[in-house]
């Protein structure tokens, strides 16, 4: 994929393939490279697609292919390069191949679907036990398994403490590590995911709350005109998204049942709008009476919080256009929507499209409530 102009520099795509060490793909590949498609979502695993010219002789159809180049669980990182400053998209796995076989010249291709590193913590199901161990030291000791992989882990302790006690219970693994990291993250009103970077070879495994304190991106613009850098921007507000939890602890001894106080949800989503939306809906968390009260309080302070952004926007963006690379679960800001929808937001998903002489994303974007806490954002 030749550079093309963005801003005073160039937008450059590399590959790296291997294994478990990757090294630059040779460049016949590069050279056949149609498309790239990458999709990064806060909680959720990011998957990603190559298509490929395979023209009849060439070198991916004669050698590459039978010799399992591009063979489930190959190793795939890509990275962007924009302004001469690089940028890792994707560190992942390859769990699937196509071709697509045609008469017409140039329209055979060689399309390969994967997902990144953590789908190897979700490829066994185990059972394990975890005495004496709170949440956090539980991922700590799953995530050690994968450091071989570059995967450094970045832990953040869980914001109600649930001191292990073996005496009364010992907390158990039933299924892949992936999916019980997911649920113990789940139950803190915390993500898990991968970031991959900040160089070729290296990641972060995140495991706490989505980060909405620190140095927001490059604002979108809409509606300003020249200085407009997003054509359209659409904002939904969910009066039914919010929900306010009714957890219910019940002393052992006594065996009544006491209603919790709903949680503050500061610690963990810290506000990014001036008026929070209201919970319009009320809903009875099952099973917390028989959790300690730890749990029950951490199960209730996560529900209030997942359920807290009612405000959703949806964009498409041109990069040459906008100078920067957008990246997903950081703060952006938003300019020219009018007061109500002005501000800051989390980045909750998006999604690169790159083709030859094209570098569009489409994202989605979320907060709690309405109207800016602040006049101004960062252009």
Same mark, same amino acid.
């Given at each position: 994929m030749p550079d093309q102009p =963005?801003?005073?520099? +160039?937008?450059?795509?590399?590959?790296?393939?291997?294994?478990? /060490?990757? @090294?630059?793909? +040779? #460049?016949?590949?590069?050279? #056949?490279? /149609? !498309?790239a498609q990458i999709t990064s979502t806060a909680g959720e695993r990011s998957g990603f697609q190559l298509a490929f010219d395979l023209t009849k002789k060439g070198? =991916? =159809?004669? @050698?590459? /292919? +039978?010799?399992?180049?591009? *063979? +489930?669980? &190959? @190793?795939? =990182?890509? %990275?962007? #390069?924009?302004?001469? %400053?690089?940028?890792? /998209?994707?560190d992942g796995l390859i769990v699937r191949q196509e071709v697509g076989a045609s008469n017409q010249p140039g329209q055979s291709t060689l399309t390969v679907t994967g997902e990144d590193l953590t789908l190897l913590m979700d490829l066994e199901e185990r059972t394990d036990r975890y005495p004496n161990l709170a949440p956090s030291q539980r991922v700590a000791r799953i995530l050690q398994k994968y450091a071989d992989y570059g995967i450094d882990p970045l832990i953040i302790r869980e914001q109600i403490p649930q001191p292990p006690r073996e005496q009364l219970r010992v907390e158990y693994q039933t299924g892949s590590d992936l999916s019980y990291v997911n649920e113990l993250a789940k139950a803190n009103g915390y993500t898990f995911y991968l970031d991959p970077g900040p160089r070729p070879g290296r990641s972060t495994a995140f495991w706490g709350p989505q980060q909405r304190l620190g140095q927001r991106q490059h604002a979108l613009n809409v509606n300003m005109d020249a200085n !407009?850098?997003? *054509?359209?921007? &659409?904002?939904a507000y969910d009066g039914t998204a919010r929900e306010e939890p009714q957890a219910r602890v019940q002393n052992p001894r006594t065996r009544d049942s006491t209603l919790l106080p709903q949680p503050d949800i500061g610690p963990l989503r810290p506000p990014l709008a001036r008026r929070a939306t209201p919970a319009l809906k009320r809903r009875t968390l099952t099973g917390t009476a028989k959790k300690d009260a730890g749990q029950a309080q951490a199960e209730a302070l996560a529900h209030a919080a997942t359920s807290a952004d009612a405000i959703s926007g949806s964009g498409q963006l041109d990069v040459n256009r906008h100078g920067y690379i957008l990246r997903p679960r950081e703060l952006v800001g938003v300019r020219g929507a009018g007061v109500t929808y002005d501000g800051d937001y989390y980045v909750t998903s998006v999604t690169h499209n790159l083709r030859p002489g094209s570098y569009q994303q489409n994202f989605t974007i979320s907060r709690e409530g309405l109207i800016a806490r602040s006049d101004t954002v960062r252009p």
């Amino acid at each position: 994929m030749p550079d093309q102009p =963005i801003g005073s520099g +160039p937008v450059h795509l590399t590959l790296h393939m291997g294994p478990k /060490l990757t @090294r630059p793909v +040779p #460049a016949e590949v590069t050279e #056949a490279l /149609l !498309s790239a498609q990458i999709t990064s979502t806060a909680g959720e695993r990011s998957g990603f697609q190559l298509a490929f010219d395979l023209t009849k002789k060439g070198a =991916i =159809i004669q @050698r590459l /292919l +039978p010799e399992g180049f591009f *063979d +489930p669980k &190959t @190793r795939v =990182i890509v %990275t962007a #390069a924009v302004k001469g %400053t690089p940028f890792v /998209l994707l560190d992942g796995l390859i769990v699937r191949q196509e071709v697509g076989a045609s008469n017409q010249p140039g329209q055979s291709t060689l399309t390969v679907t994967g997902e990144d590193l953590t789908l190897l913590m979700d490829l066994e199901e185990r059972t394990d036990r975890y005495p004496n161990l709170a949440p956090s030291q539980r991922v700590a000791r799953i995530l050690q398994k994968y450091a071989d992989y570059g995967i450094d882990p970045l832990i953040i302790r869980e914001q109600i403490p649930q001191p292990p006690r073996e005496q009364l219970r010992v907390e158990y693994q039933t299924g892949s590590d992936l999916s019980y990291v997911n649920e113990l993250a789940k139950a803190n009103g915390y993500t898990f995911y991968l970031d991959p970077g900040p160089r070729p070879g290296r990641s972060t495994a995140f495991w706490g709350p989505q980060q909405r304190l620190g140095q927001r991106q490059h604002a979108l613009n809409v509606n300003m005109d020249a200085n !407009s850098t997003v *054509d359209q921007l &659409t904002f939904a507000y969910d009066g039914t998204a919010r929900e306010e939890p009714q957890a219910r602890v019940q002393n052992p001894r006594t065996r009544d049942s006491t209603l919790l106080p709903q949680p503050d949800i500061g610690p963990l989503r810290p506000p990014l709008a001036r008026r929070a939306t209201p919970a319009l809906k009320r809903r009875t968390l099952t099973g917390t009476a028989k959790k300690d009260a730890g749990q029950a309080q951490a199960e209730a302070l996560a529900h209030a919080a997942t359920s807290a952004d009612a405000i959703s926007g949806s964009g498409q963006l041109d990069v040459n256009r906008h100078g920067y690379i957008l990246r997903p679960r950081e703060l952006v800001g938003v300019r020219g929507a009018g007061v109500t929808y002005d501000g800051d937001y989390y980045v909750t998903s998006v999604t690169h499209n790159l083709r030859p002489g094209s570098y569009q994303q489409n994202f989605t974007i979320s907060r709690e409530g309405l109207i800016a806490r602040s006049d101004t954002v960062r252009p």
